[in-house]
């Protein structure tokens, strides 16, 4: 019964193959890249063809008149007409494409294209530092920290990796604390699973913040503790839809963070104990939406 489950598969690939075989036409690559696609709704990119390359077609088109299937070392892709003119046979030299003819080719990477923007809600969880600082002055962590994030990334199809850029916004208020800072996050994605539908990320990268802020009700002044931070993350991220102009994103990230320049805070209107936060770490799990542009 499994043989007979991919029947229609196997009768595609091969009237396909049938079609080069007995009813095909050449051409050769007008644009200046022409992209080679895996499948007939052109959202898997298998790479580039450079202008001039001469390649051998099929002749029935699909997708309402826009593609035509072409050989790739043997297998089946699929190329835009509006890519390629057609001209007559001048020899009998294959024209069909392989592999190396494009997937390794150093095709100028397009920066103002294949660009995202992901809009992010984080739940954040604050580790021991900041329980202990808590713990000290007598107040409770009370409810997660406010912590969105605006991320600006560059994702080429064809490409296993990806940089970002953005803000990130967090703010805990607590009845005795406060703590909040603006943040410049810097983040490298590399892509070891990339699926029509869904990609799975590793990512890496840094933060930091010139206005890190502190605040506790016991100083005798009302002004804020003020200091920089500075530090790294690293995480596993699921994107949805990751090629449409709207996709959905979700991931889990641990953060490590150097604090300095903040006066200790007080704890304690008695004793007047103070205590000096050095370090924050925490575990964050995020959900939000991209838009491509």
Known sequence: MGLFKFLPTLILASSLLINFALAAQYAHVKAEKAIIYADQELTSPLGFAARGKKIRVGEIPRKYGTILPVLVSGKVAWIKIEDIQFSELESKQSFTLLEHDFAQA??????????????????????????????????????????????????NPSKRYTFGVGLSYINQKQE????????????????????KYITV?????????????????????????????????????????????????????????????????KVSMESGDTKTLKSLTGTNYYLGISYKF
Not at 210 to 221: A, R
Request: negative net charge.
């Open 106 to 155: 150093e095709e100028r990477d397009e920066l103002n294209k294949n660009n995202h923007l992901t809009l992010t809600n984080n739940v954040f969880i604050l580790g021991d530092e900041w329980e202990e600082l808590s713990k000290a002055a007598g107040d409770t962590r009370g409810t997660r920290p406010q912590f969105y994030s605006l991320l600006f990334d560059h994702r």
């Open 176 to 195: 005795i604390l406060l703590m909040k800072a603006l943040l410049v996050d810097a983040l490298v994605f590399w892509s070891p699973l990339k699926f």
């Open 201 to 265: 990320d590793l990512f890496g990268g840094v933060f930091m913040s010139m206005d890190f802020k502190l605040k506790c009700l016991y100083n005798e002044t009302d002004q804020d503790e003020r200091g920089e931070m500075y530090g790294t993350q690293a995480g596993l991220q699921f994107k949805y839809f990751p090629y449409h102009k709207f996709g959905i994103v979700n991931g889990l990230s641990f953060h490590r963070a150097h604090i300095r320049n903040v006066a200790p805070v």
